[in-house]
């Protein structure tokens, strides 16, 4: 058994209800055996208070497991409290009869034992009523974050989902007609082509990536639009900084390159261009990317294509770098500009 193995199996006796509950009431009872009116009995005080402490218990739990679960939970106040208080006034008079028939405890006149009895039941059977609103609190905070968490997982991975089918949908169309034509840069596309489905297929199903491998898929993807534009188009990708293990999330910038080909280039333009920068320091990653374009094409930034559109980005955006990035998009007559900044992971 390893030591991961024994401080689970601690870890689930102690949080386990049964043994909480007892160490409290332990705990309790030592306390009241402290401050008990025989101390030079142990055992007459020890009978006092564990005769005590179970009226007590009774009034709790019969508060924990009916009380607060049938009318607190569902907003009924007014009758919660009612038979909150009712509860209290009827176990008083119990407690104080069956200690003064068992020991003889009558100390005090009785009015005053009975008012006594009763503040001092009706304050720890309130601390119950808080401790179960503070638990319960936690219990469905802890249950919502785990549902949103849940939520935002199942989104992200449909939201990534649509960026690997709609490449892979381009490329191979590109590839079918290289090679109808019989090109010679049809073998070279699939080398590239598998070493671009290997980082999406294996790598990316993690939500961070080194920087280093979301680049070399950059220069992948770029190197078979070169080969597939030829000479019409000029593709320039500069890097400045250190660009290395940084933590980013997979194919962020892989939709901005499609939509500056496909709504760019690819859209009845002779002559274009798409000129990629990547600034890397210590804190950020500034992403840039421009391309040339059809003066005719609308200025909607949020236009889709093929099921990707900047709405999702954005979207996956919000759910990996909340409040974490800014994205600023230019959409001029001739040219269609992204600005992304992200902050680092290990910044």
Known sequence: MTRQDIIQKFYAFFTNRIVVHSIIWLVVLFTSLLIGQHPDNFWLSLAIQITSLS???????????????????????????????????????LRALTLYLLFGILDVPIPQMLFLSFIAIFLIASVSTVVKIINDWVRHTRERQELQRQTMQSELRFLKSQVNPHFLFNTLNNLYALTLKKDDRAPEIVIKLSEMMRYMLYECNEKRVPLRKEVSYIRNYLDLERLRQGKKVEINFEVNGMVGEQQVAPLMFTPFLENSFKHGLNHHISQGFVNIQLNVDDQTVHFFIENSKAPALPKDPNRRSGGIGLVNVRRRLDLLYPENYELDIDNNPNTYAVNLLLELENA
């Open 55 to 93: 009226f007590i218990a009774g009034i709790v739990y019969f508060n924990l497991y009916y009380i607060i679960p049938n009318y607190l939970n569902r907003n009924q106040f007014l009758t919660y409290s009612a038979l909150f208080v009712i509860a209290c006034l009827v176990v008083t008079p």
